[in-house]
């Protein structure tokens, strides 16, 4: 699944085809001359890839003689999102919430670390998956709020940071 965000206010979702949470046609096709031929409600618009950042996920597109800023948001940025892991670098996130059902297996850190983003701070297994959570941005773990082998409910808060 792919959603798509352009100039920060239309929202595209791909695969409901869906604008704004709103039913759309949309179609596109890539031309021979590496452009692309869009049909979006029965409109026909020409487009051209004029800049990538593929760190950011993200597309300038020229748009009938527009340029227009997309921001692609893969499966995985929108399980981060979900989870509520979505937040920009600048935003600080205080507590990590479990993002599904499932058992404690590991907790691999203790009130007062020190913690770096990405640092694993514990294994939830969930559907016969383990699944590692690690810490959204740098902190010190004020609080846990579970034990190995403790069962979660997706939401409920794992891990709190200061």
């Given amino acids: 699944m792919f959603k798509a965000t352009v100039n920060d206010q239309h929202h595209f979702d791909i695969l409901e085809q869906k604008v704004n949470d709103k039913p759309t046609t949309f179609d596109c096709k890539l031309l021979p001359n590496g452009k692309y031929h869009v049909i979006l409600n029965n409109k026909s618009f020409n487009a051209e ?3 990538v950042d593929r760190n950011a996920k993200a597309v300038v597109l020229l748009i009938d003689k527009r340029k ?4 692609i948001q893969d499966d995985f940025d929108l399980l981060l999102s979900k989870m509520g892991m979505d937040k920009k670098a600048g935003d600080i996130i205080s507590e ?4 599904m059902p499932g058992l404690v297996l590991d907790v691999k850190v203790n009130i ?5 983003k990405g640092q694993a701070l514990m ?5 016969k998956m383990e ?13 846990i709020d579970v034990n190995k082998q403790d ?12």
């Fill in 123 to 127: 294994v939830l297994e969930a559907m």
């Fill in 112 to 116: 007062g670390d020190a913690v770096e």
């Fill in 68 to 71: 227009f800023s997309i921001q």
């Fill in 49 to 51: 890839i004029v800049e």
């Fill in 96 to 99: 990590i919430k479990s993002p």
């Fill in 151 to 162: 069962k979660v409910d997706k939401n409920q808060i794992l891990i709190r940071f200061e």
């Fill in 131 to 143: 699944n590692v959570i690690a810490a959204p941005n740098d902190g010190i773990v004020s609080r």
